[in-house]
């Protein structure tokens, strides 16, 4: 079966098994990035905690890179999915080209930055000197090597936007192995590779990066042929950068945010160095559950703006229904595992004097991963019906509006001790559920304005 056929005829139900698995273990594969790095990073034999500490603070930009770049993504992904359903193939050259341009100027940015604010920033954050250095360094690298995650996210939106999503997790897989092979060599220095810490663990992963952007972007050339490659696509079309970002935007704020969260709860964790390490380490098992959601999503806006393109209602209807039920499911594993298993992560990372901390964060927060996980899916079918408005109000609830005051509040009444740390930990369930409630409110509305109205 053709692909543009497969996302016309395919049952739902089944179409969205085929494309999420690949994309589900795509978005597992880019949260390893992050779990590997720090797994060994703290097991260096020198400087671990540090190192460990170091990483969590430069988070934050990492996920700002990313954010920008599948935000990015996700507005190609929704619009060109939605052009290929009305038959126009002419202007989806034109989408994906125009992609590629705002891949370029982003990457630009982030280079600016790789050299002239990353000390400006960790510094805001610690004052230690050794996770100062370390910091600086890690962080350098990875944006000055930033193409590889920008293109990277760019040609896996293209490849998903056709129903090609196997390829996308193929790149991804590759870029894994690559990271994983290398961060051993290059951290603690075997065979001819010198030892270089943290720096290795930062060239690890930017040489992995790039390597899946490399195989991707052959992908993209050879097997995407709904519509025409070319430089003459690159050209700016304001009016197509427009619809680009009209979707794609409020996915950029939402994962922008995500940045504004870590930083703004580094400082609020800055009197407690062991919790704001913890939570740095337990951000990275949580990104990994939430990425499966994040992963099914990137299965759900597709399917659901092909149909909306057609004017399918079952098929978005189907969309809605399955995309839920199979966020509902994948997250309700994830709770199991980290509920069991909380003492093993924390040895995987050495977490060392963090360790009560991690632990009591993983028991309390990871039961907010149901209500985060519906939140995803309600943000994939909103961007999908052209609902930009609600997703964005859902980001600002779960990553603003709510949590950040709740867990200010919160520490007030932190006493020393992982006791009181675990306070805070309280303010993310509290901020899911309520998140949650009102986006039942908004897809109930837009199933009425949207959906309802075709026939």
């Not at 079966?1 to 085929?18: C, R, Y």
């Amino acid at each position: 079966m053709a692909e543009s056929n497969k996302m016309k005829d395919m049952p739902v139900n089944k179409l969205m098994i085929q494309m999420g698995i690949p994309m589900i273990l795509s978005m597992a594969l880019q949260a390893v990035y992050n779990i590997v790095d720090s797994a060994f990073v703290g097991n260096m034999r020198v400087g671990s905690e540090a190192a460990l500490n170091a990483l969590t603070l430069v988070f934050p930009v990492q996920m700002l890179m990313v954010a920008v770049g599948i935000g990015t993504g996700v507005g190609t992904n929704a619009l060109l999915a939605r052009t290929l359903g009305q038959g126009n193939s002419k202007k989806a050259a034109k989408v994906a080209g125009n992609s590629l341009f705002l891949g370029g100027i982003i990457y630009v940015v982030c280079l600016l930055f790789g050299i002239f604010g990353v000390k400006a920033y960790i510094s805001s954050q610690t004052v230690d000197a050794e996770v100062l250095e370390m910091g600086v360094s890690y962080l350098r690298i990875c944006c000055v090597i930033s193409f590889g995650i920008i293109f990277f996210s760019l040609f896996e939106k293209l490849l998903q936007a056709t129903g090609r999503s196997l390829y996308s997790t193929i790149g991804q897989v590759v870029g894994a192995v690559v990271n994983i092979i290398l961060d051993p060599i290059m951290i603690y220095g075997i065979g001819p590779v010198p030892e270089m810490g943290v720096k290795g663990a930062a060239y690890a992963t930017v040489i992995g990066q790039v390597a899946s952007a490399v195989l991707l972007f052959i992908f993209h050339m050879k097997l995407n042929k709904e519509f025409e490659h070319g430089a003459k696509y690159m050209k700016p079309d304001a009016g197509i950068i427009k619809e680009i970002y009209a979707i794609g935007l409020p996915a950029i704020i939402a994962q922008a945010l995500m940045s504004i969260m870590v930083y703004v709860m580094n400082l609020i964790l800055k009197f407690n160095p062991s919790a704001q390490t913890a939570y740095g380490l337990f951000y990275k098992v949580q990104q990994f559950v939430l990425f499966l959601a994040f992963g099914l999503r990137d299965a759900i806006t597709p399917i659901i703006a092909f149909a909306y393109g057609m004017r399918s209602k079952q098929r978005i209807q189907d969309g809605i229904k399955y995309g839920l039920i199979y966020t509902i499911a994948l997250m309700i594993l994830g709770i199991a595992i980290t509920e069991i298993f909380p003492a093993s992560f924390a040895t995987l990372f050495n977490a060392g004097q963090s360790r009560e901390y991690f632990i009591s964060a993983m028991r309390v927060i990871s039961i907010s991963f149901l209500f985060a996980g519906i939140n995803v899916a309600y943000q994939g079918i909103y961007q999908a019906l052209d609902g930009g408005i609600e997703s964005l109000v859902i980001s600002l609830l779960r990553q603003l509006v709510l949590i950040l005051p709740l867990a200010g509040i919160f520490s007030i009444f932190v006493r020393n001790g992982q006791m009181g740390v675990a306070l805070i930990w309280w303010a993310f369930p509290i901020t899911e559920a309520i998140s949650c409630l009102v986006g039942y409110v908004f897809l109930k509305r837009i199933r009425k304005n949207k959906v309802s109205v075709l026939k």
